[in-house]
């Protein structure tokens, strides 16, 4: 891991402390001699960042290496017509990079469409648990059925502000072509690009009545839950969506965090969430969407796209002014 430019200034002024023909060196703030150090350390940050990068991407066989190569993958970058037909591939900054010679910065950044990518796979370990009795045959049908051996690789693009698969099929199809040519040989690799999973909540809030409308006689009032300063903010549902967007690409869905980031909004008191519920995305052969999973009484789950859909989000809330602390005296 690299150094900070602190750490290495502290440890280049430790060397000077050993050398006594540097003693008389001014100790002024402005001096120069503390200038051509802060210099000199930031040089060797930079090269350590770009030696601790290519340490981490530029070694074949691992997942941190296939996640490089999915986002540095370029759609419609026209192939050379020699006859091998090789993907113009060229080595730069510790990896094979398309040769992007004559585009701009604007134009590559189009091209680049994979803009989330996890990766994983199956541990063997997990199909040979020594704690479970299992026979030669029921070992093999695990094994395949679980996919070990298999690269997983989810991916997903961005258009407008929100997360998307990748068009199907012409990108998926080009995007499986190229990791089909850079992959190890031997190598399996398993590729999707799924539209956003199905959320269904289901709040209990209880509410600053001095902050946030509420009209207790009149559940149904669609001002319920608005800002009296401005009806047409719902911090809740706001609240909702900036955790949902706040995840990171394939990560867990955390109901702890969840109603800590509920908790943090101003106006929220205490938000309870009821019921939970998900599924995956319709699939794009139009096939009915699977029923959504009732998953309250899970802590944390991953999405099976990697990402919610916040189009299809559904948030039930029961808003309660928050006066019963009135209600105890």
Same mark, same amino acid.
């Given at each position: ?191 999707? !690009?799924?539209?956003? /999973?199905?959320?269904? $909540?289901?709040?209990? @809030?209880?509410?600053? &009545?001095?902050?946030? +409308?509420? #009209? ?88 099976? !796209?990697?990402?919610? /859909?916040?189009?299809? $989000?559904?948030?039930? @809330?029961?808003?309660? &002014?928050?006066?019963? +602390?009135? #209600?105890?005296?």
């Amino acid at each position: 891991m690299a150094r900070t430019i602190a750490e290495i200034q502290n440890e280049i002024l430790m060397e000077k402390g050993k050398q006594s023909s540097l003693n008389n060196l001014t100790d002024s703030k402005t001096a120069i001699w503390k200038l051509w150090i802060n210099i000199v350390a930031t040089a060797i940050w930079v090269h350590e960042k770009i030696v601790e990068k290519n340490a981490l991407i530029s070694r074949p066989h691992t997942l941190n290496w296939y996640r490089s190569q999915a986002l540095n993958f370029h759609y419609g970058l026209s192939l050379p017509s020699d006859p091998n037909n090789k993907i113009p591939l060229i080595w730069k900054e510790g990896s094979y990079q398309f040769d992007t010679t004559g585009f701009d910065e604007t134009e590559i950044e189009k091209l680049k469409i994979i803009k989330h990518c996890a990766v994983s796979e199956i541990d063997l370990e997990t199909v040979l648990d020594p704690t479970k009795n299992k026979d030669r045959e029921t070992i093999f049908s695990d094994y395949f059925r679980n996919k070990v051996g298999v690269v997983f690789l989810k991916v997903a693009t961005v258009k407008g502000d929100k997360i998307s698969r990748i068009d199907v099929p012409n990108e998926l199809y080009a995007f499986k072509e190229y990791m089909a040519k850079i992959k190890d040989a031997g190598n399996h690799i398993y590729i999707s !690009s799924d539209n956003g /999973d199905i959320l269904k $909540l289901n709040l209990t @809030v209880y509410v600053d &009545p001095l902050n946030i +409308y509420i #009209d207790p006689a009149n559940p149904a009032n669609p001002k319920n839950g608005s800002l009296i300063l401005n009806e047409k903010i719902f911090p809740v549902q706001d609240a909702v969506k900036e955790h949902l967007k706040s995840i990171e690409f394939n990560g867990a869905f955390v109901k702890t965090y969840f109603v800590d980031a509920l908790q943090n909004t101003p106006g929220i008191k205490i938000p309870v969430v009821n019921k939970v519920e998900t599924s995956w995305a319709k699939n794009p052969n139009d096939q009915p969407a699977p029923s959504l999973e009732d998953v309250t009484k899970t802590e944390y789950f991953i999405p099976n !796209s990697g990402y919610f /859909d916040l189009d299809a $989000l559904e948030v039930l @809330v029961n808003y309660i &002014p928050y006066t019963f +602390y009135r #209600d105890k005296q």
